[in-house]
């Protein structure tokens, strides 16, 4: 492991390899976290009342990986005996450890609104989410009918439906707000990924895996060599 730039494509809800990460440590000098902040939403809607069904769908995709990583930290303390918060967390705790800088560097609603506006307004993705929504009520009568005269099975398959529906569902609210503001966010880490090796630092990146192979490409075209560690 050589170099002056790492990056680990992390599962936000799993914890990350440890080895990996305290190899990394050993060498760097900042960590560098991803971790977009949606707390300004209220005043996002505010401004643009427009913005609503992105933002609704991204408050229910993060309140699922709350939920999701929630169920990895109870299955990681009954097995390991390890508090588990979330792998940026995590990442975080190691890298204070061990007497590291650690940077948040990612963008808020508020700014990525000002950038790029559009990306909030979905157009063709309000189709099927209308036949979505229709499948869902028909689904719950079903449901309903199922269970009063007594097919059982026939309706619990159906409220099974419904529920992986509704996971779905905030999944394809967001989607293109994510595929667009994925490129905003990285923009940033990279400008401080640039700027810290040009002060002749030692970087590691913690990113969801969607995102590491735009920012080892955009490292790349800089004259950057960002070793994955994935």
Known sequence: MGGDCFIYGSNHAKMPRRDVVERALGIVDYVLLEG??????????RRDW?????VVGLLTYFK???LLTKAASLYYRLRYGIEFRGDMRYVAELARRVGKCVEMVD????????????????RLVLIPLVLLLCFVVYGLWVTAVGFLIGHYAQATIWLTSILLTIV??????IAPFINTAMTIRDAKLINR??????QRHKVLIVRGKGHVKYIVNELRRLGIECEDLS
Do not use: A
């Not at 427009?50 to 992105?54: A, G, L, P």
């Not at 990924?193 to 040009?198: A, G, S």
């Open 193 to 198: 990924v640039q700027e810290l090796i040009n």
């Open 168 to 173: 779905v569902i905030p999944l394809i609210l």
């Open 36 to 45: 977009l902040s949606v707390r300004d939403w209220r005043e996002l809607v």
């Open 64 to 66: 699922i990986l709350r």
């Open 50 to 54: 427009r913005t609503v069904i992105v």
């Open 107 to 122: 963008e808020d609603l508020l700014s990525i609104y000002e950038r790029n506006r559009e990306v909030f307004r979905p």
